[in-house]
């Protein structure tokens, strides 16, 4: 026989639970703010802009064929950005204890839709540094392009600059805890549910019928001692005494 469950049972589950339900929640929340604001390390975004074009003649118009040629390069060129060839050179000039791999995993390169333009991202756990590296980083690449590929057609569009007060790429602590309350919320409710499956204590009627199938032919309450009448249990005392008394003289 399927069991089907009603919308007043499922509010009763909720508010028999709710103290457990807050308190998972709000420690999944208070969890995460922690991590977030003492545990993890602010990383921070700096992003330079470069121009791929092929050099023009003065006066000479530019085809359409010629952008399309540049768009091509570009998944070249970012490749390159992110080799050994460019990695290195860097981080001479820049003087960092860093292994390239290390380097590597902080550049992101990255086309401007179906544009010629191409962002490079570097991220650190200093903006000073990150500027540093994306501004070298592209200066190196302009630079070294023109041996590796024959040509003189990457230009700076835009550097990196280090602003008066950096905020951090990550982490994001209040889009951290949201997301903690709606997962912590989520768990806490579903272990409500599933404790609630699995106590098979009977405590009602409705119990009874539910978990044996059998219907209720009659129920003995429970009598409050309190609400029983102090005056009818000395009355029923002094009868008892009375009647010790007739049984005792006869």
């Known amino acids: 026989m399927e069991e089907t469950i009603s919308l007043s049972e499922i509010m009763e589950t909720l508010k028999k639970r709710i103290g457990m339900i807050i308190l998972i929640t709000v420690g999944a929340v208070a969890a995460a703010g922690i991590i977030s604001y ?39 060129y970012n490749v390159i950005m992110q080799s050994p060839r460019i990695l290195e050179p860097t981080l001479e000039e820049l003087g960092m204890d860093k292994s390239i791999g290390q380097l590597r995993d902080q550049v992101t390169v990255q086309g401007e839709g179906e544009s010629q333009v191409v962002t490079v991202t570097v991220e650190d756990e200093s903006p000073a540094d990150a500027v540093n590296i994306a501004n070298t980083l592209a200066a190196t690449f302009q630079e070294d392009v023109v041996e590796i590929m024959n040509v003189d057609n990457v230009s700076i569009l835009s550097a990196a600059e280090l602003s008066d007060d950096p905020s951090p790429a990550s982490p994001n602590p209040t889009l951290n805890m949201a997301i903690a309350f709606v997962v912590g919320l989520m768990a806490a409710v579903g272990l409500a549910f599933l404790l609630d499956f699995l106590d098979k204590t009977v405590r009602t009627e409705e119990d009874i019928e539910k978990h044996l199938g059998v219907p209720i032919l009659a129920s ?24 010790g008394r007739n049984q005792h003289g006869a």
């Open 38 to 76: 003492f545990l993890l390390t602010p990383m921070y975004e700096q992003s330079t802009q470069i121009l791929i074009n092929e050099g023009q003649q003065e006066g000479e118009i530019v085809q359409a064929s010629d952008i399309t040629t540049n768009q091509d390069l570009i998944e070249t």
């Open 220 to 243: 003995i309450s429970t009598i409050d001692a309190t609400s029983v009448n102090t005056q009818d249990l000395e009355n029923n005392e002094s009868r008892s005494v009375k009647r």
